[in-house]
């Protein structure tokens, strides 16, 4: 007999006060060949005109390295900084260049108005092929996240463990131990954790006291199974159609916003549907702007279905 979960709805902020973008949505990484890189006042003109509230900062040099010039391009848009996604080096005995590079990134995202500190664990800041941890490992992991927690949020930072391909907490098994060992905030990615394995509904009913943060991408099943037995690699999945629009993939978007709903969580929703763009910059009604506008919709027509049921 197929489980069924009563949709229970709790007080939280608007959706739309809520939302907000990521600027690889519009093709911005920093991986060599994955695409066109746009400009950051076309992507902000084109977040501001959906109606979103606020970005992420994106791939290293996408915006400015300077908090002054970061606030200065988002007051002009009428957004504001969420945060970023930093990759760290959190597993190896000498945590010394990770701390200074953490206190780098949180400096900068706390100075530019920002409240989420996003961390992927790499296996190094080259993203090299993660090696499994032994136990000591993860009891290391476990220790020097608690260490970025307390820095972080010395610069009023919230912490955000961001399960992630190509990280040491990519698969169900290593999210299962990671929410084991230490007790710290999580993004859920609906994305990486199906990417990976995991089921990000059953995620966000057992773990949505634990998360801080939301990124929102739908992907296809079948793609992603591709990506994760290596016959494809994560740029080439993601031009042959891994990310989605919300509600046409096997992410579950709908049910995973009725368990964080249950839990309360009202912060950030972040669309975040990675695209690379191989060819020309697509047009405003087309590519990005489109598969956003489709997301929206789909997340107001999952709001207003919610409130019907629970009336």
């Not at 400009?39 to 908090?67: C, H, I, K, Q, W």
């Not at 945590?95 to 190094?124: H, P």
């Not at 669309?271 to 697509?282: F, K, R, S, V, Y």
């Amino acid at each position: 007999m197929q489980e069924t979960h009563a949709r229970t709805i709790r007080p939280t902020a608007p959706i739309d006060d809520r939302l907000a973008g990521a600027p690889i949505s519009w093709g911005a990484c920093e991986i060599p060949g994955w695409g066109v890189m746009p400009s950051p006042d076309r992507v902000l003109a084109e977040m501001a005109e959906l109606g979103l509230r606020g970005t992420e900062l994106g791939a290293p040099g996408f915006f400015p390295d300077n908090p002054v010039s970061i606030s200065e391009l988002l007051t002009r848009h009428g957004l504001e900084l969420v945060g970023g996604f930093v990759p760290l080096v959190l597993h190896r005995p000498d945590l010394d260049a990770t701390i200074e590079e953490a206190r780098k990134a949180a400096r900068l995202i706390a100075e530019a108005g920002g409240q989420m500190f996003v961390a992927g664990v790499v296996e190094d800041l080259k993203w090299s092929a993660p090696q499994e941890l032994d136990d000591q490992g993860w009891a290391r992991l476990a220790d020097h996240m608690r260490e970025i927690d307390g820095l972080v949020a010395g610069y009023g930072l919230t912490l955000a463990v961001h399960p992630h391909a190509g990280t040491l907490i990519e698969t169900a098994e290593q999210v299962e131990r990671a929410l084991e060992v230490a007790d710290v905030g999580w993004c859920l990615d609906t994305g990486h954790l199906t990417i990976g394995g995991a089921d990000p509904v059953q995620f966000a009913r057992a773990h949505g006291d634990r998360v801080v943060h939301a990124h929102l991408k739908d992907v296809d099943a079948r793609v992603a199974a591709d990506f994760r037995s290596g016959r494809r690699s994560l740029v080439d999945a993601t031009r042959n159609g891994l990310f989605l629009p919300l509600g046409k993939g096997d992410a579950r978007i709908a049910e995973v916003m009725d368990a964080l709903q249950a839990h309360g969580y009202d912060g950030w929703l972040v669309l975040e549907q990675d695209t690379a763009i191989t060819g020309d910059e697509p047009t405003v009604a087309g590519g990005p702007m489109r598969d956003a506008r489709e997301s929206i919709a789909f997340l107001h027509h999952t709001a207003r279905t919610t409130e019907e049921i629970n009336r």
